[in-house]
């Protein structure tokens, strides 16, 4: 993943205007898919202007029993600084794009940001965006998707995909993390919490994570390791390791490992990680720490450990990250 110069599309004074992000309402487009961008992104304190067209301006059908109408045609993508298309019913999928498609799509500006929810990734395969490429799409269409556009690297096990402009993100609910992720990029990981927190939405699932639990629930009766997580990350200065975390969960560490990756997808240890960049990101942001004093407080054993697991995670140092994100400030 690249880090991105904040755009500072703000409504402050002597900032550009909003970025506009422009979603493409296809037929057999997923009603929840398509209100996402305008309900994680239209949170975010005015930073966006989210438009919602179709190929034509006119009405579109959904998978539901009922159609839309939008406001806008396909003029609105010429503007757009993102573009979204939104998750569409797989019997709509196919390698080849309907002429009308095509055209909306090579009216999107050079330079554009475009991303896709879902079977989207379909849409830009199929209009040749992703070739050489990686990307991801939702796990169970997978093995359709590589028949169909064998030129591009697809990742079936991720929640989202970042390969320079373009971003592709897995089922349902990594719509709203790969959202999150255009703010947390945009305007750091403040204004992206605070979104998350008015959504009521977790705030942050990185894109690495497995699209695909296999036991997301913990079986009836069975303990769960929610309440450990939690005040783990009250502790994250603190020298975790799995039998502390067993413990607090009053488990054999046997059983707690088996149980957290059942629940979050990850091994304990990893998650901890993931946590304490994420923490480390934040006061990179939002404070004047340095790497040292960052390191301490998120519980890596030094500066040099950080450097280490921020670069493995967004591939750039901390100096470079803060230099970044603090200019928006």
Known sequence: ?????????????????????????????????????????????????????????????????????????????????????????????????????????????????????????????????????????????????????????????????????????????????????????????ELANKVARRCVVPPFRDGGQAQYIEQPVPQQGAASTAATRAWALERLAEPLALADLAAHARMSRRTFARRFQDEVGLSPGRWLIQQRVVRARHLLEASDLSVDQIAGQVGFATGASLRQHLHAAIGVSPQTYRRTFQQAR
């Open 1 to 189: 993943m690249t880090v991105a110069t904040p755009r500072r599309t703000g409504t402050e004074p002597g900032t550009p205007r909003p970025e506009r992000v422009v979603v493409l309402a296809l037929d057999g487009v997923y009603p929840f898919e398509l209100g996402m961008p305008s309900r994680i992104l239209g949170a975010a304190d005015g930073r966006y202007e989210v438009l919602t067209c179709s190929v034509d301006g006119g009405p579109v059908r959904t998978s539901a029993d009922f159609g839309i109408t939008v406001e806008h045609g396909p003029e609105a993508l010429e503007g757009a600084d993102t573009v979204v298309v939104a998750a569409v019913s797989p019997s709509r999928v196919s390698a080849e794009l309907p002429d009308a498609v095509a055209a909306a799509l090579a009216r999107i500006r050079p330079g554009a940001r475009v991303v896709s929810i879902c079977t989207g990734a379909f849409v830009l395969a199929a209009a040749g965006l992703l070739d050489g490429r990686r990307a991801t799409t939702h796990w169970q269409v997978s093995d359709a998707f590589r028949r169909m556009f064998p030129r591009v690297d697809l990742d079936p096990d991720v929640l989202f995909v970042e390969d320079g402009r373009m971003l592709t993100s897995a089922g349902a609910a990594s719509g709203v993390d790969i959202c999150l992720h255009l703010v947390r990029q945009d305007h750091g990981s």
